[in-house]
């Protein structure tokens, strides 16, 4: 894991190959912005605040990137499919 900063917030984030694929997952004191890989269905079974994003290769990628799906936990802090992962993750902060 690594710390990348989001306008003076810090967050830790994790990057994985998973045979030629990478798996992004920057996470929040709340919450988590993850990539398509990360699964929504488990974030809900054990109540945990996620946004995803897809079609994303980097960090960067992940902030502009629309949020397409997010987790009831995630949707109760205010993130919303269509606003930006950098959005989501500012309420997942």
Do not use: Q
Not at 19 to 45: D, P
Not at 63 to 71: D, F, G, H, I, Y
Request: aromatic share 6%.
């Amino acid at each position: 894991m690594e710390k990348i900063t989001v306008n003076g917030v810090d967050y830790r984030a994790g990057s994985w190959d998973m045979f030629g694929v990478k798996i992004l997952l920057i996470k929040g004191t709340r919450g988590a912005l993850g990539c398509g890989y990360i699964n929504l269905a488990a974030a809900e079974k054990f109540g945990h605040a996620l946004a995803v994003v897809s079609g994303v290769a980097d960090y960067n990628e992940m902030l502009a990137a629309e949020v397409k799906a997010v987790s009831s936990a995630a949707a109760e802090l205010g993130s919303t499919p269509g606003m930006t992962g950098k959005e989501a993750l500012e309420k997942l902060a």
